[in-house]
């Protein structure tokens, strides 16, 4: 394991070598039930010999700064001629593909997936996506776990989107699990009342560092809200604090210990679900909020997490009928995206809120979300109820001319430049 200042020397000598591929683990908020059926064991093509080393961490030096600054100029000077390269190469199906985050369940069609076999090598070939989320019911053993992301690596052309879940605190799709033996950690308000940032930090860092040994490259977290409703019903100690420049202060921190630990992570539930009374996992959702009130308030742990480097947001599927209209939810309204873009800066990945969750699957088909999410400047759609039916919305809607292949490859493009950027794709990877 390396820590402090050795992180900057390492990380500086892979970017002049060339950045080595790793898995990601992309894992939105989402109360994921067990699947129904029978568990289906599938012949595994190759088994690879993976060594798992994971020691709980406490405080850890800072990365150095001057190899962060570094490594911002070197990314800065190749990833778009990179990304540009490889998005020549894709053919329109593989380019639609992308743009989805889904269940390794919805990408096989098998009850439940614990295994990275045949079936998964077929499947991901021929229905490339962009990630697949894992749920504890996934996680069974460290060395089972470990095996099943490095094979489906090894089936994708186009390295994969490996996410998970794993705020700390209440939500814990891998620490769970008492054979993983993750580093207990505790809710994120406790942390934000210590007053200690660099608490947040190593929450960061040690969930990035333990994650990534197991082969994930990509954390659903830190959650981004203020606890600004005392009767919010979803987020309340998953957040860090009710005061903004609290919770501005520890998400900051966190996401610079995700990115120490080379951790994708992912600031949600923008544009902020801790002012909501409803749940969006049973129920539409909204804000009363203005824009000015959000902009003091809501906004400012995003800002901070977007001013540290995150490479991800995920959009909420929340109304804001004082900004927008009272019908779409955040995640399809082009106003919302627009303002995080432009507003706050946001030259990331957006991702949506899983689309399973009763505030969309309630009023929308797969297709009709998919779609209107894409419009509206989405990147990726997370957990579609009907997968399937939602690429063939995508499809319908490039051939009438609702959408175009030159928006695809915008989303595209983004996706690939986080991938290439933490170096889960290579020169010659897809070649």
Do not use: W
Not at 10 to 36: H, N, P, Q, Y
Not at 84 to 89: A, F, K, P, T
Not at 299 to 325: C, K, N, Q, W, Y
Not at 394 to 411: K, P, V
């Amino acid at each position: 394991m390396i820590l402090g200042e050795e992180i900057g020397r390492v990380k500086k000598l892979v970017l002049v070598i060339g950045l080595s591929a790793m898995t990601v683990v992309f894992a939105g908020c989402v109360k994921a039930e067990r699947s129904a059926g029978v568990v289906h064991a599938e012949v595994p093509v190759t088994r690879s010999e993976v060594e798992i080393t994971i020691t709980p961490t406490a405080a850890v030096e800072r990365g150095n700064e001057s190899g962060q600054e570094f490594r911002d100029v070197i990314l800065e000077q190749s990833i778009p001629d990179e990304a540009d390269g490889l998005l020549s190469q894709m053919t329109l199906e593989e380019k639609v593909y992308q743009l989805f985050f889904v269940t390794p369940e919805q990408l096989t069609g098998i009850g439940q997936v614990v295994e990275a076999g045949q079936t998964t090598k077929e499947s991901i070939e021929k229905y490339p996506v962009g990630g697949i989320v894992y749920f504890s019911q996934n996680i069974e053993t460290r060395e089972q776990t470990a095996t099943m992301l490095n094979n489906l690596q090894s089936y994708s052309r186009i390295p994969v989107f490996t996410g998970v879940d794993e705020e700390g605190g209440t939500v814990r799709r891998v620490g769970s699990n008492s054979l993983i033996g993750m580093t207990e950690i505790p809710d994120m308000l406790s942390i934000g009342e210590s007053g200690d940032a660099s608490r947040a930090y190593d929450v960061g860092y040690t969930l990035g560092t333990e994650c990534k040994a197991l082969g994930f490259n990509l954390d659903f977290a830190p959650v981004a809200d203020v606890y600004s409703n005392p009767e919010n019903t979803v987020i309340g100690n998953r957040s860090f604090s009710t005061d903004p420049g609290v919770a501005a202060d520890m998400v900051g921190s966190c996401v610079e210990g995700f990115h120490v630990a080379n951790m994708i992570c992912t600031l949600k539930h923008f544009p902020g679900h801790g002012d909501t009374f409803a749940d969006s996992h049973y129920t539409a959702a909204s804000t009363q909020k203005s824009l000015a009130e959000l902009e003091q308030e809501e906004f400012l742990p995003f800002e901070r997490g977007i001013d540290a480097g995150a490479d991800l947001v995920m959009m909420g599927h929340i109304l804001t009928p004082s900004i927008t209209d009272s019908y779409t939810p955040a995640s399809l309204s082009s106003e919302m995206v627009s303002i995080l873009r432009n507003d706050l800066n946001f030259k990331g990945v957006i991702i949506t809120d899983a689309m399973n969750m009763a505030a969309i699957s309630d009023y929308y088909s797969s297709s009709e979300a998919s779609v209107a999410a894409i419009k509206a400047g989405v990147d990726m759609i997370l957990m579609p109820v009907d997968f399937h039916a939602a690429v063939t919305g995508i499809f319908e809607a490039l051939e009438n001319g609702e959408l175009t292949e030159t928006m695809i490859d915008e989303h595209v493009r983004r996706i690939l430049e986080v991938k290439i950027g933490h170096g889960l794709i290579v020169k010659g990877d897809t070649e």
